[in-house]
Each structure stands twice: as structure tokens, then as C-alpha cells.
């Protein structure tokens, strides 16, 4: 659990008063000053959860926290605006939700297409996965790739799925596994990342994720 000491509070104020003067503010809220911000941290105590899309999946989900508002706005800082200072703070909710993995695992990033790593110019959950790794005392991995861009922007539940299914590839192996990823949105990129490592010879134990998206209630219209 995160508490803001009062060391803490003094330097929150330099660095607003510095941000201040630079223009920077919270990813979060959009307070002036340090990111994240007092008042985010505290918002986004972890609170890990098996989540439905467990399902999609095959395996036990777990995330730390719903997708929404302070999380989301941190999230996409750090994916699309180059926020490094961020890795810590994500970095502990990936670890919140990932809890402790068994010794003979390894932790494994579900990739980023290669177009997305192209323009944000580094792998965010590579770096992610490295963070919570050295923090587990297990391993990072990168076994999995993508062999076919997939563009899941504006598509349903069951668009995603299909459209998911057999892009990726991972190296062959015989590792157990531990998923991790930003976002379960539809639970399609962990359910092809799982699909894939099988395929290999891997074994899934469980996947990890800093936040989820609840999902819609299924309707009878
Ligand atoms: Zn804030």
C-alpha cells in the first residue's frame, strides 16, 4: 500500500512548484505538478480481482483495478506520451495484480504489434514486464511475436476475437508461464497470447494486468 509521508509531500511541492514552471501536470487528473499527483495515488490503491474475462481466456485474469479515470489517463501517458516516470507507479500494480509467481515461472509480455512499437519507439509492457520481474524474483521473457498486424480500434467483442486469432507466434519451449499485459479489455490479445505459447509447448499458469475493462452486460436484444 502507497502512503504519502511527509518527505513526500515537501518534494511533491518542489516539483510542482519546478512543473509549475515547466507546464507539467498529473496524467491523471491534470493538477499542475508532479505525476501521479497526491490525490491519484491515492485513487489507485490496488485492489487485485479475477476478472470474467477469465473466460476468453482459459485462465485465471487478474487486475488491479478498473480501467477508468485517474488509471487510464496514466496508462496512455506512459504508452503514447513517453511518461517514463510512470514505470514505478504502473510497475506497482502490474505487481499488485501478478501477486508472487511460483519460482519456476516466467513472466511473459503479450507484445505491442510491431507498428504500435514502431511509432511509441520502445516496448512498453517489455519494460513493464522487466520492472515487476526484477521486483519477483523471477524471470522476463520475451517469447511471444506478432506474425500478422491486427487493429483492434473500433471493433466488437467477437470482431476482436476473430480477428485475433493466429497472430501471434512464440518461440518453442517448454516454460510455465505468467501473462502480462496494460490493459484486459476483451480478453482476445491474452487468449491468442495463451493460444500461441500452447501451441509452442508452453504452459499458461495465470495472466496479470494492471487494469480491466468491465465487461458490457450480454444483452437478449
Ligand atoms: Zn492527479
Known amino acids: 500500500m502507497k502512503t504519502v509521508h511527509l518527505g513526500d509531500r515537501v518534494g511533491w511541492l518542489w516539483d510542482a512548484g519546478l512543473d509549475l514552471l515547466l507546464g507539467a501536470s ?9 505525476s501521479p499527483c497526491p490525490q491519484c495515488i491515492v485513487a489507485m490503491l490496488p485492489h487485485p480481482e479475477v476478472v470474467s474475462q477469465s473466460l476468453t481466456v482459459g ?3 487478474y487486475a488491479a483495478c478498473q480501467y477508468d479515470a485517474p488509471t487510464s489517463g496514466f496508462v496512455i501517458a506512459y504508452k503514447d506520451r513517453e511518461a517514463w516516470q510512470l514505470t ?10 501478478l501477486g508472487r509467481p511460483p519460482p519456476d515461472c516466467v513472466i511473459v509480455p503479450v507484445p505491442s504489434s510491431p507498428n504500435a512499437v514502431r511509432q511509441r519507439g520502445f516496448d512498453h509492457m ?9 521486483r519477483s524474483g523471477v524471470a522476463s521473457v520475451g517469447l511471444l511475436r506478432y506474425v500478422r498486424a491486427v487493429e483492434h480500434v473500433g471493433l466488437s467483442a467477437t470482431q476482436r476475437k476473430l480477428l485475433t ?7 518453442p519451449g517448454r516454460r510455465r508461464v505468467v501473462l502480462v499485459d496494460d490493459v484486459t479489455t476483451t480478453g482476445a490479445s491474452l487468449a491468442e497470447a495463451r ?10 499458469c495465470y495472466a496479470a494486468t494492471i487494469a480491466h475493462v468491465l465487461a458490457p ?3 437478449r436484444s
Open 88 to 97: 514505478a507507479t504502473l510497475g506497482e500494480l502490474l505487481l499488485s495484480a
Open 59 to 61: 485462465v485465471p485474469v
Open 195 to 204: 493460444r500461441a505459447l500452447l501451441a509452442a509447448g508452453h504452459e499458461v
Open 217 to 219: 452486460q450480454t444483452s
Open 26 to 34: 498529473c496524467h491523471g487528473c491534470g493538477v499542475p505538478g508532479r
Open 165 to 171: 486469432r493466429a497472430t501471434m507466434r512464440a518461440s
Open 126 to 134: 517489455g519494460s513493464l514486464a522487466r520492472w515487476v520481474a526484477k
